[in-house]
C-alpha cells in the first residue's frame, strides 16, 4: 500500500471550504440529499455500468481525486443539441449514431495528414485514465474518468507546418443520425477550435472512453475532445475533421452569441457570463453549491495566458 | 351551471387539478427521479407551471366572452392563486435552493442580473393581487380600482415571458411560443376593450348643420 506523504496532496484533493464549514449542515439536510444527489455507486462498480466494450487503460498522475460522478447521471445528463435540446435527449435518441465506420479527417497545415479509420488513427497510443473535473458554462460540473491519449501526441504525428496557429474541429452533421440538427438552434456542424499550444498541452485528451469502456453515444462516441479548463462546450463531440490553421477558427457558440461564449472561455469565476455568475457551481450529486476555481483548478495552464487580458478574451 | 353543488363540484376539480404537478414534483423529488440535477429541474418545471397558470387566468375571460359561459370567472380566482403558489415555489427553490438565503447574495443578483430583475418584479407584483384575491376586498376597493388593480397580472405575464426567454442559452422556441400565447390573450383584450369604446366623431358628423 502506497502511504501518502504530505507533498503527494495537491489542493485539488482539500476539501472546499464551502463543503468543509458546513459540513454539520451538510448533515442535518441529509434526507434532502437523498432527494437531491442521485444514486452514488462505488467507482468499480460505476465501471461497469454502460454494458459497452471495455478499454483497457494506465492510471496517470494528471488524475483528481474527487469523487467521481456517478455513471448514470454522466451518461444521461447531456448537452448534444444535435440529439435535441433538453439534458435526458442525448440519452434517449443518440441510439441513431453509427459509430462505425468512423473516419477522421486531418488536413489544412500539416505534412503527413489524410483521412484516417478511427481504429488505425488510435491504434498507435497508449490509452491513459484521466479523472478530469468539467465545467458546464451554464453553472454545473461533474468529474468524469475520462479514456484517451493527448492530443498533442497525434498532432506531432501529423507534422503540423510553421502556418500552424490553431486547430479546428468538426463534430458529424448528419440529420439522418441526429434528429436535432433539423433545428437551427445553433450552426451546423458544431465547430470549436484550440490556439495551437492549448492542443498541445499535456491536459488536452483526445478521448475514446470513460469509466472504462467506449464512450457512450450521448457523449460523444466515438472520439471527442477533453479540455478540463475550459468551459465544456469547447470539449467537442464526434470529431469527424481535425484542420490546423493559420487564423483563429469559427465556434459555435462563439458564432450563436459572440459577446456571451469567447473564443477561449477559460474557466474563471471572476469573468461572468453577461446574464449570470460564474463565481459558483453546481457539483452534480451535491446538494450546496461550490466555489468556481480559476481555470477549472488546473493551474498549470495560467503560463499560456500570462500577460493576456481575461476579461477581454473571455 | 348555477347550482351550488356543481360550483363546488368544478371547483374542486380544478383545485386537484391545478394541485397535481406540485404532487408530481414532489413526488419525483423524494423518488430521485428528477434527474442528474434535481434542483436545476424542480426551478424549470415550477418556473413553467407559474406561466402556464398565468396564461390560463388570461384566459378565462376572453373564454367567458366567447362562449357565454359565466361561471368560468368562478375558476379564475383559483387559477390565479395557484399562479401565485408555484411562482412562490419558483421564488423559493432559488433563494434557498440556489442562493441558501444568502441575502446579499440576492439583492445583487436582482439589480445585476436582468432576468433575475425582471422575474423578481414578476412575483413581487403578484403579492398585491393574491392578498386582494377575496370578494371583501372588491367591495372595500370598489369593482373599477379593483378592476385596475388587478391589471397588474398583464405585467406579470409579459415579465414572466421575458425572463424566461433571458435565461435560455439558445433555445428560444420554449419561451417564444408562451409569449406568442400570452400576447394573444393579451390582444383579444385589447380588441374587446377597443370594440367597447363608442365613436366620437360619428355623433359629430350627425349634427344638423
Wanted: aromatic share 14%.
Amino acid at each position: 500500500m502506497r502511504i501518502r506523504k504530505a507533498n503527494d496532496l495537491k489542493w485539488s484533493d482539500v476539501t472546499p471550504k464551502a463543503l468543509y464549514v458546513n459540513r454539520r449542515q451538510f448533515l442535518a439536510v441529509a434526507p434532502f440529499m437523498a432527494a437531491a444527489a442521485a444514486e452514488a455507486l462505488s467507482p468499480d462498480e460505476a465501471r461497469a455500468q454502460g454494458g459497452l466494450p471495455k478499454l483497457d487503460a494506465k492510471k496517470s498522475p494528471l488524475s483528481t481525486t474527487e469523487p467521481m460522478t456517478p455513471y448514470k447521471s454522466v451518461t444521461t445528463y447531456n448537452n448534444y443539441y444535435e440529439f435535441g435540446i433538453d439534458k435526458g435527449d442525448p440519452a434517449e435518441y443518440a441510439k441513431s449514431l453509427k459509430t462505425r465506420p468512423w473516419t477522421v479527417t486531418i488536413d489544412g497545415a500539416v505534412k503527413a495528414g489524410g483521412k484516417f479509420a478511427i481504429d488505425d488513427l488510435i491504434k498507435p497510443y497508449q490509452l491513459e485514465e484521466r479523472i478530469y473535473r468539467h465545467r458546464c458554462v451554464e453553472g454545473w460540473s461533474i468529474v468524469v474518468p475520462w479514456i484517451g491519449f493527448p492530443l498533442g501526441d497525434l498532432l506531432k504525428k501529423v507534422q503540423p507546418t510553421e502556418k500552424a496557429k490553431f486547430v479546428e474541429f468538426t463534430t458529424l452533421n448528419d440529420a439522418s443520425q441526429m434528429p436535432g440538427v433539423r433545428r437551427p438552434v445553433l450552426n451546423w456542424p458544431y465547430t470549436e477550435g484550440l490556439r495551437l499550444d492549448e492542443a498541445m498541452h499535456r491536459l488536452t485528451l483526445l478521448t475514446v472512453g470513460l469509466y472504462g469502456e467506449v464512450l457512450p453515444n450521448q457523449n460523444g462516441a466515438p472520439l471527442r475532445l477533453v479540455v478540463p479548463w475550459k468551459y465544456g462546450f469547447k470539449s467537442i463531440k464526434s470529431i469527424v475533421r481535425i484542420r490546423l490553421v493559420e487564423s483563429q477558427p469559427h465556434t459555435a457558440w462563439n458564432d450563436s452569441a459572440p459577446q456571451e461564449y469567447g473564443f477561449y472561455s477559460n474557466v474563471n469565476p471572476t469573468v461572468d457570463h453577461p446574464r449570470w455568475s460564474q463565481a459558483t457551481e453546481r457539483r452534480i450529486g451535491d446538494f450546496f453549491k461550490r466555489k468556481t476555481l480559476m481555470f477549472n483548478g488546473y493551474d498549470e495552464v495560467a503560463s499560456m495566458y500570462g500577460g493576456m487580458d481575461l476579461k477581454k478574451n473571455f | 351551471m348555477n347550482s351550488k353543488r356543481q360550483r363546488f363540484l368544478i371547483k374542486s376539480v380544478v383545485f386537484l387539478i391545478a394541485l397535481s404537478p406540485a404532487c408530481w414534483l414532489a413526488y419525483a423529488a423524494f423518488t430521485e427521479n428528477l434527474g442528474a440535477n434535481p434542483i436545476q429541474a424542480i426551478t424549470w418545471e415550477t418556473g413553467v407551471w407559474t406561466l402556464r397558470f398565468v396564461a390560463a387566468t388570461l384566459a378565462i375571460t376572453p373564454l367567458r366572452r366567447l362562449t357565454g359561459w359565466n361561471w368560468l370567472i368562478k375558476c379564475r380566482r383559483m387559477l390565479g392563486l395557484f399562479a401565485f403558489f408555484y411562482g412562490t415555489l419558483h421564488f423559493f427553490t432559488w433563494s434557498w435552493l440556489d442562493q441558501f438565503f444568502d441575502w446579499n447574495g440576492m439583492v445583487k443578483d436582482v439589480l445585476k442580473r436582468p432576468y433575475i430583475t425582471v422575474g423578481f418584479t414578476a412575483f413581487v407584483l403578484m403579492i398585491p393581487l393574491a392578498l386582494t384575491s377575496t370578494t371583501g376586498w372588491i367591495r372595500r376597493l370598489g369593482g373599477k380600482r379593483w378592476n385596475r388593480l388587478h391589471q397588474l397580472i398583464y405585467v406579470t405575464a409579459i415579465l414572466g415571458v421575458i425572463h424566461y426567454y433571458w435565461l435560455v442559452k439558445a433555445d428560444t422556441q420554449r419561451p417564444i411560443r408562451y409569449g406568442v400565447i400570452i400576447g394573444i390573450l393579451l390582444l383579444a383584450r385589447l380588441v374587446y376593450t377597443m370594440r367597447q369604446k363608442p365613436a366620437p366623431a360619428r355623433a359629430a358628423i350627425v349634427q344638423p348643420s
